[in-house]
């Protein structure tokens, strides 16, 4: 049985932004950027999010494209990050996201269990969007319409690690 306390849950998503950041367009989404980032710094559960050094955001970091900005962050629970998404004030600037986002069409958000005290890189993140769009939700790459526990994400793990080292073996 594994300890849900001793993993946390890392999402990543993308967003392929209508117009540059500068372009008047933008400004709404501009002007809540500071805003939701100290709702998610304070959130109960909140353990981490990716920033742009000497940035307050990550909104100049483009890991998946010029124009795809990334939202990464570590909670201590599912139930943290669905409160923090759908229960506060965050759910407003959901709602307002295709006045400045692109529909997408395959998977844009990604969650997965990671050791409590870890933060994941940002090669994870994109590893794990991959996985999900490639195979749909598992253990090791899910959403909130189809997600895992932590036991059965450490279950996976260990899975595949056993078939990597039984692969390594057999090709020696």
Request: glycine share 6%.
């Amino acid at each position: 049985m594994t300890d849900d306390a001793a993993y946390h849950l890392a999402q990543f998503n993308v967003g392929t932004l209508l117009e540059p950041l500068d372009a008047p367009g933008m400004a709404g989404f501009v002007a809540l950027l500071d805003p939701v980032n100290a709702l998610a710094d304070a959130a109960p559960g909140f353990v981490w999010r990716l920033v742009e050094e000497g940035e307050p955001d990550a909104t100049g970091l483009r890991p998946a494209g010029a124009d795809v900005i990334v939202n990464y962050s570590v909670w201590e629970s599912m139930e943290a990050l669905w409160d923090f998404v759908y229960r506060s004030a965050h759910l407003e600037t959901l709602r307002r996201r295709r006045e400045w986002f692109r529909r997408h069409v395959e998977a844009h958000l990604v969650m997965w269990w990671v050791p409590a005290g870890r933060i994941p890189t940002v090669e994870e993140g994109l590893e794990r969007l991959a996985l999900l769009r490639a195979h749909g939700p598992s253990p090791r790459a899910f959403t909130f319409n189809a997600s895992y526990t932590a036991a059965e994400a450490a279950a996976a793990e260990e899975a595949a690690a056993e078939e990597a080292a039984a692969a390594t073996a057999a090709a020696s």
